[in-house]
Nanobody, 127 residues
Framework: QVQLEESGGGLVQPGGSLRLSCVAS????????VGWFRQAPGKEREFVAA????????PYADSVKGRFTISRDRAKNTLYLQMNTLSPEDTAVYYC????????????????????WGQGTQVTVSS
């Protein structure tokens, strides 16, 4: 069973930046669609950003557009989420997710379509 592992979370002041990383336990894991989701205390898990490993459209949640950037390094088999201009509203546990299927753009925000999930990394934005 492939496992995903996130890293890069932590405590940051408002306006600061963090970069999250996600790697698969198997180097040859075939990514189809990859994405980031987050869950704040007392709230449901919500979509942040996604992309196809092969490239193409990259949908973002409206709340992070212009501040967050999803990217992948094929050579390192690693998924990233660059987060800039962070605010306390971004405080949450961030999860990376992967599917072996390449989903259409309109479906990428749907959590049940992802077969693999990481354990999550905590991001806290506070002064």
């Amino acid at each position: 069973q492939v496992q995903l592992e996130e890293s890069g979370g932590g405590l940051v002041q408002p306006g600061g930046s963090l970069r999250l990383s996600c790697v698969a336990s198997e180097p040859t894991f075939s990514w189809g669609t990859v994405g980031w989701f987050r869950q704040a205390p007392g709230k449901e898990r919500e979509f942040v950003a996604a992309t196809r490993w092969s490239g193409g459209s990259t949908p973002y949640a409206d709340s992070v557009k212009g501040r967050f950037t999803i990217s992948r390094d094929r050579a390192k088999n690693t998924l990233y989420l660059q987060m800039n201009t962070l605010s306390p509203e971004d405080t949450a546990v961030y999860y990376c997710a992967a599917s072996k299927k390449s989903w259409i753009t309109g479906a990428m925000a749907t959590p049940p379509l992802y077969e693999y999930w990481g354990q999550g990394t905590q991001v806290t934005v506070s002064s």
